[in-house]
């Protein structure tokens, strides 16, 4: 399925503190659709950001779907500071999110409230100082951590058996916490499950 661009602030500010500002932060962008990354980059470039591969500041796109996730349990992280943009609301998918620690979490509600300018240079200089951030809407999951592991395998599209060895745990202790994730929030399969956790469906009121 197509991915479509998120949807950001497309105001520029040129004025000579924010042209400086952008030139002391240089960042490289992280993405899994390689179209959504080259457009991303030439934006930032044209707003006067410096862009490059070997920057060990990563902006990574949330783009496709659960990206992030993926991308942050794989990287080799030493040295590197990490700013997530993630257009998923699912508080599940966020907590996880939160739980690998990249030094910055922003949400598109992040950038519905600010121009790119704005996010960024208060994400990245926060970044460069040393500091951690994070902007994402509430309310917290009301699953227990061991229910959102098991959601999240389950939206991956493991089966009961691959998520149980993958946790050490027996197939039935598997299925009733899955049962237990479907009637916390209202879902009633894997699908659906699925489809919320990657943000495509609210659950059922």
């Known amino acids: 399925m197509a991915e479509a661009s998120p949807h950001i602030t497309m105001h520029r500010d040129f004025s000579p503190r924010r042209r400086s500002?952008?030139?002391?932060?240089?960042?490289?962008?992280?993405?899994?659709?390689?179209?959504?990354?080259?457009?991303?980059?030439?934006?930032?470039?044209?707003?006067?950001?410096?862009v490059r591969p070997e920057a060990r500041m990563k902006l990574l796109?949330?783009?496709?779907?659960?990206?992030?996730?993926?991308?942050?349990?794989?990287?080799d992280r030493s040295g590197l500071k990490v700013v997530v943009v993630t257009w998923n609301t699912c508080p599940e998918y966020l907590e996880d999110l939160?739980?690998?620690?990249?030094?910055?979490?922003?949400?598109?509600?992040?950038?519905?409230?600010?121009?790119?300018?704005?996010a960024l240079l208060?994400?990245?200089?926060?970044?460069?100082?040393?500091?951690?951030?994070?902007?994402?809407?509430g309310p917290k999951t009301a699953l227990t951590r061991s229910e959102r592991v098991v959601l999240r395998y389950a939206a991956y599209g493991w089966n009961n058996r691959r998520i149980s060895r993958k946790l050490c745990l027996s197939e039935q202790t598997d299925k009733n916490r899955l049962r237990s994730v479907y009637r916390k929030l209202g879902l009633c399969n894997r699908a659906q499950a699925a489809l919320y956790y990657w943000g495509i469906m609210q659950p059922p009121d």
């Open 122 to 137: 208060r994400g990245l200089s926060l970044v460069s100082g040393g500091e951690t951030y994070s902007f994402t809407p």
């Open 98 to 118: 939160r739980e690998l620690r990249p030094e910055v979490l922003l949400s598109d509600e992040f950038f519905l409230r600010q121009d790119l300018d704005d």
């Open 21 to 50: 500002e952008r030139e002391r932060l240089v960042l490289s962008v992280l993405c899994g659709a390689s179209s959504v990354r080259t457009a991303f980059e030439r934006e930032l470039a044209a707003r006067g950001f410096r």
């Open 61 to 75: 796109l949330d783009v496709p779907r659960a990206h992030a996730v993926r991308a942050l349990e794989e990287l």
